[in-house]
């Protein structure tokens, strides 16, 4: 009997791998399958009995330590009665199991024969989710860890700081979780308010998660703008003293965190600092983006700085307060990373070497930070990378004021049109972010992310063209819907 080609490896994988070669038959996966592993993959394969719901004994599925292989490479061999994996580190033996848990839930447990040797084009390929503007419960963020590490994405940028929430606490800060962590829901005429806080219990309970899945967690304390949280808790912190109160409406706020004032740099200090420790990959997100300075205008703390650091303009100010954040995070053993308006006002101070450039407003930031030498992860809200936007531009469809189509995913490519083979090589690669205005609960999240998130997953990993993500879709829906996934259904264009 010939394969349907919908029950190929190629039919069933997003991303596809760099490599396959079809084979006929399948191995069938039933309660009886066994794994044998060398001890470099102890923890893929305690995963492994989990997701295949398999037993560790004997050798149907082998997992082999073989020199030569890449980070996340892998080769894989499927026969009718044997699998057999190949790879050098646990993370290429973790990517080689998720290739097979897409391709068991995608044909009920029959895994094609095939022959698959696999490698990513990025090395950045990472999801971001604001949990400021709404709260998401630690269950959820470990399932989309979890979905996410499934398509081989391997960065989680944890947006925690915002106008509308602050959700870390901080030691001798306790109104950051009495106040700066809820707001009023100004939609109700009763005074009930909204938020939450993620304890540190929690914080290594999502880390450990993640890890376990070699996915980093990138932590965004955000900095000088976006602070109306903070702020009302804390209104010395602010240029007017306040009051301030935690945002029920979304937007840019004029109440930001003034450059002026050394208490406020001592709290950052202090919030860097645990965060550093609290969390263990090696970068801290400092925000940076929509700052206005109108407060900064007028304040006099603010003019005394300008003046004591020869500053000629507010935003070189913003600029000197990235360095300032900057030289914070390097201290604590981290690389900053910064939204694209870090690369503004930088005339006197120069942008921090080690800071890494996230291009949001299109790809002219990143063009501009990779020719400077800086690292850079391509997200452009204008190229498919923001799922808050609709599905497509329609009255119907949940979401923000731009329109994503899944067609503009597939067409995503973190290298900017035009760029030098020099700075080529500093794009990391690239994220889908979901900011969450408008998303008020975990299965509103899933609906916006996916099927986005597994077709910019392809992008960063092997992009295919979009004929071939459409015919995927239906794989794609049965694996997601398996695993729960409240999943857009609708057109891609
Ligand atoms: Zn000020």
Same mark, same amino acid.
Request: proline fraction near 5%; aromatic fraction near 10%.
């Given at each position: 009997?010939?394969? =349907? =080609?919908?029950?190929?490896?190629?039919?069933?994988?997003?991303?596809?791998?760099?490599?396959?070669?079809?084979?006929?038959?399948?191995?069938?996966?039933?309660?009886?399958?066994?794994?044998?592993?060398?001890?470099?993959?102890?923890?893929?394969?305690?995963?492994?009995?989990?997701?295949?719901?398999?037993?560790?004994?004997?050798?149907?599925?082998?997992?082999?330590?073989?020199?030569?292989?890449?980070?996340?490479?892998?080769?894989?061999?499927?026969? =009718?009665?044997?699998?057999?994996?190949?790879? !050098?580190?646990?993370?290429?033996?973790?990517?080689?199991?998720?290739?097979?848990?897409?391709?068991?839930?995608?044909?009920?447990?029959?895994?094609?024969?095939?022959?698959?040797?696999?490698?990513?084009?990025?090395?950045?390929?990472?999801?971001?989710?604001?949990?400021?503007?709404?709260?998401?419960?630690?269950?959820?963020?470990?399932? $989309?860890?979890?979905?996410?590490?499934?398509?081989?994405?391997?960065?989680?940028?944890?947006? $925690? !700081?915002?106008?509308?929430?602050?959700?870390?606490?901080?030691?001798?800060?306790?109104? $950051?979780?009495?106040?700066?962590?809820?707001?009023?829901?100004?939609?109700?005429?009763?005074?009930?308010?909204?938020?939450?806080?993620?304890?540190?219990?929690?914080?290594?309970?999502?880390?450990?998660?993640?890890?376990?899945?070699?996915?980093?967690?990138?932590?965004?304390?955000?900095?000088?703008?976006?602070?109306?949280?903070?702020?009302?808790?804390? +209104?010395?912190?602010?240029?007017?003293?306040?009051?301030?109160?935690?945002?029920?409406?979304?937007?840019?706020?004029?109440?930001?965190?003034?450059?002026?004032?050394?208490?406020?740099?001592?709290?950052?200090?202090?919030?860097?600092?645990?965060?550093?420790? $609290?969390?263990?990959?090696?970068?801290?997100?400092?925000?940076?983006?929509?700052?206005?300075? !109108?407060?900064?205008?007028?304040?006099?703390?603010?003019?005394?700085?300008?003046?004591?650091?020869?500053?000629?303009?507010?935003?070189?100010?913003?600029?000197?307060?990235?360095?300032?954040?900057?030289?914070?995070?390097?201290?604590?053993?981290?690389?900053?990373?910064?939204?694209?308006?870090?690369?503004?006002?930088?005339?006197?101070?120069?942008?921090?070497?080690?800071?890494?450039?996230?291009?949001?407003?299109?790809?002219?930031?990143?063009?501009?930070?990779?020719?400077?030498?800086?690292?850079?992860?391509?997200? +452009?809200?204008?190229?498919?990378?923001?799922?808050?936007?609709?599905?497509?531009?329609?009255?119907?469809? +949940?979401?923000?004021?731009?329109?994503?189509?899944?067609?503009?995913?597939?067409?995503?490519?973190?290298?900017?049109?035009?760029?030098?083979?020099?700075?080529?090589?500093?794009?990391?690669?690239?994220?889908?972010?979901?900011?969450?205005? =408008?998303?008020?609960?975990?299965?509103?999240?899933?609906?916006?992310?996916? +099927?986005?998130?597994?077709?910019?997953?392809?992008?960063?990993?092997?992009?295919?063209?979009?004929?071939?993500?459409?015919?995927?879709?239906?794989?794609?829906?049965?694996?997601?819907?398996?695993?729960?996934?409240?999943?857009?259904?609708?057109?891609?264009?």
């Amino acid at each position: 009997m010939q394969t =349907k =080609k919908n029950e190929t490896a190629s039919g069933l994988l997003m991303p596809l791998p760099k490599h396959v070669e079809q084979k006929d038959g399948a191995f069938r996966l039933h309660m009886g399958t066994t794994i044998s592993y060398d001890p470099i993959f102890g923890e893929v394969v305690e995963l492994a009995r989990e997701q295949l719901a398999c037993n560790i004994g004997g050798e149907d599925i082998l997992f082999k330590l073989v020199e030569g292989f890449g980070e996340d490479c892998y080769r894989l061999k499927v026969g =009718k009665n044997q699998i057999v994996v190949s790879s !050098t580190y646990p993370s290429g033996g973790f990517r080689a199991l998720q290739t097979l848990r897409q391709m068991a839930l995608a044909n009920d447990n029959l895994i094609p024969c095939c022959l698959i040797e696999d490698e990513p084009a990025f090395p950045w390929r990472g999801f971001m989710l604001d949990c400021s503007r709404h709260f998401f419960s630690v269950a959820f963020i470990k399932k $989309l860890i979890d979905v996410a590490s499934m398509h081989h994405l391997n960065r989680f940028h944890w947006h $925690l !700081t915002d106008d509308q929430g602050w959700r870390l606490t901080v030691e001798g800060y306790e109104r $950051l979780e009495e106040v700066a962590s809820k707001r009023t829901l100004l939609s109700y005429t009763d005074g009930r308010t909204y938020g939450g806080v993620y304890t540190d219990e929690e914080i290594l309970e999502v880390q450990a998660y993640a890890h376990k899945r070699h996915m980093l967690v990138v932590p965004e304390i955000e900095t000088p703008g976006h602070a109306s949280a903070l702020l009302s808790a804390y +209104p010395t912190f602010g240029c007017t003293g306040g009051p301030y109160e935690v945002q029920d409406r979304w937007g840019i706020f004029d109440e930001v965190m003034c450059a002026g004032n050394d208490n406020l740099l001592q709290f950052l200090q202090e919030v860097i600092t645990k965060t550093a420790r $609290l969390f263990s990959d090696p970068y801290i997100h400092i925000g940076g983006d929509e700052c206005p300075h !109108t407060a900064w205008e007028t304040c006099p703390k603010c003019r005394q700085r300008m003046e004591e650091q020869g500053l000629a303009s507010v935003k070189e100010l913003q600029s000197w307060m990235t360095s300032q954040v900057c030289t914070m995070v390097e201290k604590a053993g981290k690389r900053p990373i910064g939204w694209d308006e870090v690369l503004e006002g930088t005339e006197k101070l120069g942008i921090p070497s080690s800071l890494i450039v996230m291009s949001w407003r299109g790809d002219a930031g990143g063009i501009e930070a990779s020719s400077l030498g800086h690292d850079v992860i391509m997200c +452009p809200n204008t190229a498919g990378c923001y799922f808050d936007y609709k599905h497509l531009p329609s009255f119907d469809e +949940p979401g923000n004021i731009g329109v994503t189509t899944i067609e503009k995913t597939a067409q995503f490519s973190p290298i900017p049109k035009g760029i030098s083979k020099e700075a080529q090589c500093r794009i990391l690669g690239g994220q889908g972010n979901l900011w969450t205005e =408008k998303v008020t609960s975990a299965k509103a999240a899933e609906y916006m992310f996916f +099927p986005r998130l597994s077709v910019m997953a392809e992008r960063l990993w092997n992009p295919q063209p979009f004929a071939s993500v459409e015919e995927r879709r239906p794989s794609l829906e049965k694996k997601l819907t398996r695993l729960d996934i409240n999943l857009y259904r609708g057109a891609s264009v």
